[in-house]
């Protein structure tokens, strides 16, 4: 199972490969153009982490992340979620370069391994920028009236959270 | 403006709450770290990133999306039946959400809001039930591989960057989920 894991990846590239090979794809052309397309995404990327990790790093420093956490970290450890992620899981829903910014800082200062490096990835992988899609759609569609779509949209965040911990916790016993 | 006052709100936040716990020195130190460690940051998940785009590309070029779309089509009427015989709304749904689990997200936006402004034309100004649970679906993430997450796990020096992939999975899985059922739970008492 753990193999299957590690090469889940090129795998993939071969399946992939052979598949558009099959269906007579110019597989290296293609690649070339996407990965030219990643360094566009990176280039938008690039200045809003310029704009937002130093304002991560100044927060952590200062110490309010960890008084947020000690605040809420009684209510998160009942739920099983390790109170570091406080920070991410309050801008997640909001921005997502900032949530970039601040699992980034997690996971290298954590270490990409531990628990809460993990636990910052799963929730970073397992959710989306719920009020700038929100905003988006409805605004695409004209509409005024949003009914119960953000505490609905809310409730799958919140869920995604605590699917985040229990998973990795599950799936990466220490 | 929403991002100026988060920005703001954050370096003030941390001035004060720096200076009040006497850690205002490693404060300073810490923005001129930040802007150093975002641009090494980009660098090391460069690599990871364009890779991956790239195979997205092949899988986008070899016709992966449409299969997705017709296998995703049968689920899709259970979840939108006041438009399951609208074969134009069908077909937007099917297509952004295929383009939303190959991660193909510049892909999926555009098709999803065409979806929602052909749903809207039945109800202009008010969110019907479709049109929520379209709007929930989507602020849920189901990309099968996250490859941001992935590229700034390997900048960290991670050697198996892809090792989440079954956490990342199981948990969108449930979060969508809760997702779809509070929108259903909600649409019968919400007016």
Redesign the interface.
């Given at each position: 199972m753990e193999l299957l894991f590690t090469m889940l990846i090129p795998l993939i590239l071969a399946g992939t490969a052979l598949y558009a090979m099959a269906r007579r794809v110019d597989v290296y052309d293609a690649l070339l153009c996407g990965a030219k397309d990643g360094l566009s995404v990176l280039l938008r990327i690039v200045p809003a982490l310029v704009a937002l990790l130093p304002a991560v790093y100044m927060l952590r420093a200062s110490g309010a992340l960890e008084l947020a956490a000690e605040a809420l970290g009684p209510v998160l450890s009942a739920l099983g979620i390790p109170a570091e992620t406080v920070g991410l899981m309050l801008v997640r829903p909001v921005s997502g370069s900032t949530a970039l910014g601040v699992g980034a800082e997690l996971i290298s200062s954590y270490g990409p391994d531990s628990l809460v490096g993990r636990t910052a990835a799963v929730m970073l992988g397992s959710t989306e920028t719920t009020f700038y899609t929100i905003a988006v759609y409805f605004g695409a569609a004209g509409i005024v009236k949003t009914r119960y779509a953000v505490p609905a949209a809310l409730c799958a965040d919140l869920a995604g959270f605590l699917a985040a911990a229990w998973a990795v916790r599950l799936l990466f016993p220490a | 403006m929403?991002?100026a006052a988060?920005?703001t709100g954050?370096?003030v936040?941390?001035?004060?709450?720096?200076l009040a716990?006497g850690?205002g020195p490693?404060?300073a130190?810490?923005?001129?770290?930040?802007?150093g460690?975002?641009?090494e940051?980009?660098l090391a998940?460069?690599g990871v990133?364009?890779?991956?785009?790239?195979?997205?590309?092949?899988?986008?070029?070899?016709?992966?999306a449409e299969g997705l779309s017709r296998l995703l089509r049968p689920v899709l009427r259970v979840l939108y039946p006041d438009f399951a015989r609208d074969r134009e709304v069908m077909d937007s749904i099917s297509a952004n959400v295929s383009a939303n689990l190959l991660g193909l997200g510049n892909a999926a936006?555009p098709l999803?809001?065409r979806a929602?402004?052909l749903?809207?034309r039945r109800s202009?100004?008010?969110?019907s039930d479709s049109?929520?649970m379209?709007?929930?679906c989507?602020?849920?993430?189901i990309?099968l591989?996250?490859t941001?997450?992935a590229g700034?796990?390997v900048?960290?020096?991670?050697q198996?960057?892809?090792?989440?992939?079954?956490?990342?999975w199981?948990?969108?899985v449930?979060?969508?989920?809760?997702?779809i059922l509070?929108?259903r739970l909600?649409?019968r008492v919400?007016r």
């Open positions: - | 929403a991002m988060i920005w954050m370096v936040v941390s001035i004060l709450c720096g716990r850690a490693q404060v130190a810490a923005a001129m770290e930040g802007a460690a975002a641009v940051l980009c998940m460069a990133l364009c890779l991956w785009m790239g195979v997205m590309e092949v899988m986008r070029r070899s016709g992966l936006t999803g809001m929602a402004q749903m809207s202009p100004g008010v969110a049109l929520c379209l709007v929930v989507n602020t849920a993430s990309q591989i996250p941001t997450v700034v796990r900048a960290a020096g991670c198996t960057p892809f090792d989440i992939l079954p956490a990342v199981l948990a969108s449930l979060s969508v989920s809760t997702g509070a929108a909600f649409s919400w």
